[in-house]
Every structure is written in C-alpha cells, then in structure tokens.
C-alpha cells in the first residue's frame, strides 16, 4: 500500500469497541475492493443499519461488513462505483423501497459513511475522477431522486401553507434529500470550500441541475436549501451573485408554487434552516 492510500485509511477508520475501552487499529488494514453489485446492496441494505446498530446480527458481523465496504474500501474503488451508480442510478427505483432509499442517501451524503469526505481529501484518488464523482451527483437528482419524490401531498395541498409547514409534511425520502446540503461530508465537498474555483464549479453544476432540470419540488427545495446555506457561507462574494442569479432564473422560466418561491427568496440572502 503506498503512503497515500495509507494516509486515506487512517483519517477515517474509526476506533474498534471492545465493550470496555475503544482501541485503535494498530496499523492501516489492507484496502478491500468489493464488486459493484455488493457495494450497491450493502449501502441500500446495511450502510444505514449497521451504523444505527439496527441489526439482530453478531457485533463480529456487522463490523466485518462495514470493514469491507466502508473503513476499508480502495478510494479508487469507491470513486469507481460512485460515479457508476450515480451517472445511472434510475435502476434503484425498482429495486429498493422508498424507506431504504431514504436511509441510503443519509449514509451516502453524510457522515454516515463519510464517502464524500474520502471523495475530497484522499490524494489517491486523480483529481479528474474526484471531479466526475462529484458532478455524477447530478444525475442521481434528475435521474432518480426527481422519479421516486413527489408522493406526500400534492403542491395544491402545501401551497396553503407557508414553507415550513410544507417542509415539516415532506414524506421521509423527500425530508433525507432535502437534508443533503446540511449533510456536511457532501456539502464540503462539492462546494463549500475556499480551495480552488473548481470546486465551487462542480458544486454549482449540481445545484444548477437540481434546480432546472427536476420536476418535483422535493428535488428543487433541496437545491434552494444548499444555495441559502453556500449564500450564508460566501458573505459577498462573485460566487454568491452568481447563486442568487440561479435563484432568479429559476423563479422566472419555471412554474413554482407560493410557497417554493417564497422559500427561494429566502434561499437568495442565506436565510435558510
């Protein structure tokens, strides 16, 4: 294993419970590199459980399997089958239920898992695949999350109330994608950073795609919550003209109910929850 890789494995293996006193692993352990279809099954059927210790399985079990697809796995690897599900992710739709989609995306976009903060700050993964990887984020929204959104009342019904009531309505699904901008392990990755210009670039793609190109107000709220909350981060700054000017774009070329616009204006100036 070269020093890179090793770096990646340490940063985010956490301490082993023995039921007394919580130890350190003694030295990296060896990269693991699962199969896509077992990854994909792991985190829609296991990530979520097994970090909320929601299983009847032995301890030795649960920690195997989360050894082998979180702690351990090859960040090349990880990038690979993120990019792969993401960029043609409409296949979960029929595959796994609204409830276990909804637990995939907290182990997917936070620190759950924290994949994305692997994704951002292991020096393993090329620069041009961290990119892709991030990006891919966009077609997870149009492709997936704009399908399976949308079944709690109808916009007629929110449109009564004011945005948070609409907010505290949204079905469990809808509530976990509408979180993925507090999520911090993706929300750092993809655009709250001062590192480089790049790195807001992929992050705005994303928002950009959410916001313009769903349909479901599920998938635009959760882009107007990250651009109120990059907005509250940026202060004033050229990346914020251009946030605020998505925000106006999108109230001017799309048909948006009351209480989405309402909730725009304030995604505008950073007042967002």
Not at 5 to 29: I, K, W
Request: contains cysteine.
């Amino acid at each position: 294993m070269n020093a890179a890789a090793a770096c990646c494995v340490s940063s985010r293996r956490v301490p082993r419970y023995d039921g007394g006193v919580f130890e350190e692993p003694a030295q990296p352990e060896p990269r693991t590199r699962p199969d896509f279809d077992a990854w994909v099954e792991y985190c829609f059927v296991h990530g979520y459980r097994d970090w909320a210790n929601w299983h009847n399985d032995p301890f030795e079990v649960a920690d195997a399997r989360e050894t082998e697809f979180v702690w351990s796995i090859d960040p090349v690897v990880l990038a690979e089958h993120m990019i792969r599900l993401f960029e043609s992710p409409a296949f979960i739709a029929d595959r796994y239920s609204d409830e276990q989609i909804a637990r995939a995306v907290w182990f997917f976009f936070s620190q759950v898992s924290s994949y994305f903060h692997e994704i951002r700050d292991c020096s393993a993964i090329p620069e041009p695949l961290r990119d892709r990887c991030i990006r891919s984020v966009a077609t997870i929204y149009t492709d997936l999350f704009d399908r399976v959104c949308g079944k709690g009342p109808d916009d007629s019904f929110l449109g009564k109330r004011d945005y948070c009531k609409a907010i505290e309505l949204l079905p469990d699904l809808d509530g976990a994608i509408y979180m993925i901008w507090d999520m911090d392990s993706f929300a750092y990755a993809a655009i709250r950073t001062d590192e480089v210009d790049a790195a807001f670039e992929r992050g705005y793609a994303v928002l950009e795609a959410a916001l313009m190109r769903c349909k479901t107000s599920a998938c635009r709220l959760s882009a107007l919550h990250g651009i109120g909350h990059s907005v509250r981060m940026f202060e004033e700054s050229p990346k914020n003209d251009r946030l605020r000017a998505l925000v106006d774009r999108f109230l001017a070329e799309c048909e948006v109910p009351g209480w989405l616009a309402e909730y725009a204006d304030c995604a505008r100036f950073g007042a967002v929850q």
